[in-house]
């Protein structure tokens, strides 16, 4: 019921007409000397969707920064998600957004890859500290369960058996996952 703005790069590669039918395009920039970011996962049980490899092709990813957030959308700005990038990235996006859309809810995803040595697990607990709303995995939600169990508000995304809400590691609402085949 409300526009929505995806901010993003995409490559030489990618048909941006797709994403101009569906959100606001100011915000998606298209570079013309390198390929969109692809990531392929390889899943290594049925029953647990967080057991995967994967491989990332960076392509334009790395360069995306808050400059590329269309100054005129931020005082206006309800909900923002930063979706799952670097903690280091994420964390110039929050601070940007925390100086530039003061009112906005800010919710925030990051992935196991990211929690896997010292500094990224620091970061990633520093970037969920700073946003409203936490999304994470089960694995993603041991690897960082007292950050979570303390924040205000959190998703925990639980494969086939859906996903729960939690506010200060109580959960208050539960949802069930639709019944697909993972291929």
């Known amino acids: 019921t409300r526009p929505v703005g995806l901010v993003t790069r995409i490559g030489y590669d990618f048909d941006p007409t797709f994403l ?35 491989s990332l092709e960076w392509g334009v990813a790395p360069g995306l920064h808050p400059g590329d957030i269309p100054e005129s959308w931020l005082p206006h700005a309800q909900f923002i998600h930063i979706a799952t990038m670097p903690p280091m990235q994420q964390w110039r996006f929050l601070e940007f957004l925390k100086r530039k859309a003061s009112k906005a809810i800010i919710s925030i995803d990051t992935d196991i890859h990211f929690l896997k040595d010292q500094k990224g697990r620091q970061n990633a607990i520093r970037n969920f500290q700073s946003a409203h709303l936490l ?41 069930k996952a639709d019944a697909v085949s993972v291929i």
């Open 20 to 54: 101009y039918s569906r959100v606001i395009p100011e915000g998606i920039h298209v570079i013309s000397s390198k390929k969109t970011a692809r990531s392929t996962q390889t899943y290594h049980s049925k029953t647990d969707l967080t057991d995967r490899t994967i």
């Open 135 to 175: 999304f994470a995995n089960r694995r993603e939600y041991e690897a960082l369960w007292g950050v979570i169990n303390n924040a205000p508000k959190a998703i925990i995304k639980k494969d086939k058996e859906g996903a729960v809400y939690m506010e200060k590691g109580k959960i208050l609402e539960k949802s």
